[in-house]
């Protein structure tokens, strides 16, 4: 798994944090969609995923930006990132 990494995402509206591998090689446009929908499945609804999902830094409140990968973004193993 050396092109993945391990990160806690927090979801306020599902008052839930989980632990997800996300790709180094992807978009993080793509991650978003994906997680969005996981969440929404994992947190049984209370999350509702859309087309404005974003995930932010944890740390900073950074909006991550949608048109970079992953990688290029300095997401590491046990960044702590926020679905909103």
Known sequence: MNNKVL???SV???????DVFIP?????S????LVAS???EL???RYKATEQ?????????TILRSDMMV????IKNGSRLVLV
């Open 71 to 74: 990688e290029e973004l300095g």
């Open 43 to 45: 947190s049984q609804g």
């Open 38 to 40: 996981a969440m929404s």
């Open 53 to 61: 999902a974003v995930l932010l830094d944890a740390e900073s409140g």
């Open 7 to 9: 990160v806690e995402i």
């Open 30 to 33: 793509e991650v978003v969609r």
């Open 12 to 18: 306020p509206a599902a008052g839930g944090k989980y």
């Open 24 to 28: 180094l090689d992807s978009r993080m």
